[in-house]
């Protein structure tokens, strides 16, 4: 099943609004990963979270990690054209002895001129 | 910056035909990792290396193998190619010491088995 819950799954906003995405699990994560992947492309590192609580900002992008480091949300200000894309929370989980690096299912990101 | 690149970016192949795809991390990296994703999914983790051995083990098919050079690249071998296989595949790299999890992807092989 699905480790990491993000939502919303779509979004269409007007250019210049604000985005608002988060990931919920159940699993406690160490690191927590936002990714942005355009079509055809390999996902690109955003934002790295590493301690509960913390708070990045990147640009436009602030990104925090929950206190109970079981979930984290990314905001976008002001979007622009480029925002457009899918966006992926991600996080390294121990399962069934491996480590790997798990996804959200993605927020599409549609932006209307 | 450097990033990981990845060769070839584009394939296709017949079924039951065999692929090889490679992979050169970001300089110092000593962690790879492969991924597969098909249409409107997420990176599936397939198989990773560490130092050149094996590390970790996901969803890889028993058709493909992979492994890390003395040189840090990598290459996935992919044989008897099933038309499910296409898919894109990307190699993602990451730093030792305490930020090693944060792996960073390369463009992706987008292979297309006819």
């Known amino acids: 099943g699905q480790q990491l819950n993000q939502s919303p799954q779509s979004m269409f906003i007007q250019e210049g609004e604000d985005v608002s995405m988060n990931c919920t699990s159940s699993?406690?994560?160490?690191?927590w990963l936002w990714y942005k992947q355009d079509p055809g492309e390999g996902p690109v590192l955003l934002i790295a979270?590493?301690?509960?609580?913390e708070l990045t900002s990147n640009g436009r992008l602030t990104a925090q990690f929950g206190i109970t480091r079981k979930d984290s949300f990314l905001n976008i200000s002001a979007s622009i054209p480029s925002d457009v894309g899918i966006y992926f929370c991600?996080?390294?989980?121990?399962?069934?002895?491996?480590?790997?690096?798990?996804f959200g299912q993605g927020t599409r990101l549609t932006i209307n001129p | 910056a450097a990033g990981v690149i990845q060769s070839p970016r584009h394939l296709i192949k017949e079924k039951r035909e065999t692929a090889t795809l490679k992979c050169y991390p970001i300089?110092?990296?000593?962690?790879v990792y492969w991924y597969q994703q098909g249409p409107g999914q997420d990176p599936q983790f397939l198989i990773s290396?560490?130092?050149?051995?094996?590390?970790d083990k996901g969803s890889i098919p028993d058709r493909f193998s992979a492994q890390q050079f003395s040189d840090y690249h990598s290459e996935l071998n992919m044989s008897s190619l099933e038309l499910g296989d296409s898919a894109l595949y990307f190699c993602?790299?990451?730093?030792?010491?305490?930020?090693?999890?944060?792996?960073?992807f390369g463009p992706g092989t987008r292979l297309l088995v006819l």
């Open positions: 993602a790299s990451s730093p030792g010491g305490a930020i090693r999890e944060t792996q960073y």
């Open positions: 699993s406690i994560f160490n690191t």
């Open positions: 979270l590493y301690k509960a609580g």
């Open positions: 991600a996080g390294p989980l121990i399962i069934q002895g491996a480590q790997k690096l798990v």
């Open positions: 300089p110092r990296h000593d962690t």
């Open positions: 290396f560490y130092e050149k051995m094996q590390s």
